[in-house]
Nanobody, 117 residues
Framework: QVQLVESGGGLVQPGGSLRLSCAAS????????MGWYRQAPGKQRELVAA???????NYSDSVKGQFTISRDNAKSTLYLQMNSLKPEGTAVYSC???????????WGRGTQVTVSS
C-alpha cells in the first residue's frame, strides 16, 4: 500500500507556472490510477486531472490546455504541471491513488497553491 506526499505548492503571480509532485512510498505505485484534486475555500473538492495505469488522461474543462498530468512509475511520482495560473486556481491540491480491484483509495495531505499578485 502506498503513502502519498505532495510538494511544489506556493505563491505564484497570475499567469505564472508551478509543478506539483506527489511522491508515493511503498510498493505498487504503477498499479494505481492517480488523480489531482483541489479544494478552494468555501467550495467542494473537485477533480482537476486524472491518469490511468495505461497513461490515459482526462481533465476538468476548467484546466484543459492549461494543466498537464503525468506520472513516472520508476520514481513512483505523480506530477501536475500548471501553466497560465489564474486567481481562481487558488486551492489546496491533493493527490489520490485508486486501486479499484482491491477497493483501495488513498489521499495525500495536500499542498497549498495561491495565485495572487
Amino acid at each position: 500500500q502506498v503513502q502519498l506526499v505532495e510538494s511544489g505548492g506556493g505563491l505564484v503571480q497570475p499567469g505564472g507556472s508551478l509543478r506539483l509532485s506527489c511522491a508515493a512510498s511503498g510498493s505498487g505505485f504503477r498499479f494505481y490510477a492517480m488523480g489531482w484534486y483541489r479544494q478552494a475555500p468555501g467550495k467542494q473538492r473537485e477533480l482537476v486531472a486524472a491518469i490511468t495505469t495505461g497513461l490515459s488522461t482526462n481533465y476538468s474543462d476548467s484546466v484543459k490546455g492549461q494543466f498537464t498530468i503525468s506520472r513516472d512509475n520508476a520514481k513512483s511520482t505523480l506530477y501536475l504541471q500548471m501553466n497560465s495560473l489564474k486567481p481562481e486556481g487558488t486551492a489546496v491540491y491533493s493527490c489520490k491513488a485508486d486501486r479499484g480491484v482491491l477497493g483501495i483509495s488513498l489521499w495525500g495531505r495536500g499542498t497549498q497553491v495561491t495565485v495572487s499578485s
